[in-house]
């Protein structure tokens, strides 16, 4: 029999559920946060934002990413939000952990589409990315351009 197949970001996280994985906000010694597309608008983003948590996740040595693609439900449900409220309020929830990457010392990833081979040919894609990216400088976040 085939083994298992390994739980992703998007639902389910080294076996954790979304909301067990947001947890990890208050708990990681470090955290980063992923800027990107919607992953139902942009499923392509989307998976590429998935990938930069698995690949840089790592819960063991209490190193969080949160992707707001799963992580904004988690969050809002954590603050008493309804799916109304968060698709009104997502940008606090959003700048909320980004208080925690800035306090912990972690990085911002910005999920953009790829135009060449240079590390500035890229554009940004997500409609509140650029706001994003702006919040991120004015706390002094690093940021790191990822391209799909």
């Known amino acids: 029999m085939p083994p298992a197949p390994r739980p992703t970001a998007e639902t389910n996280y080294q076996g954790l559920s979304n909301k067990e994985d947001f947890e990890q906000v208050a708990k990681a010694a470090t955290v980063h946060i992923i800027s990107c597309p919607y992953d139902k608008t942009n499923p392509v983003a989307g998976r590429r934002a998935a990938a930069v948590k698995d690949s840089r996740d790592d819960p063991f040595a ?79 976040i690093p940021i790191e351009y990822i391209k799909y």
Request: proline content about 5%; hydrophobic content about 40%.
């Open 62 to 140: 209490r190193v969080y990413v949160f992707n707001p693609n799963s992580g904004l439900v988690a969050a809002a449900e954590a603050a008493g939000m309804t799916p109304e409220q968060q698709g009104k309020k997502w940008l606090r929830l959003w700048t909320e952990v980004a208080n925690r990457v800035q306090e912990t010392g972690g990085s911002c990833f910005v999920i953009v589409k790829g135009t060449g081979p240079g590390p500035d040919d890229f554009v940004i894609e997500g409609n509140a990315q650029e706001g994003e990216i702006n919040v991120a400088k004015l706390a002094g």
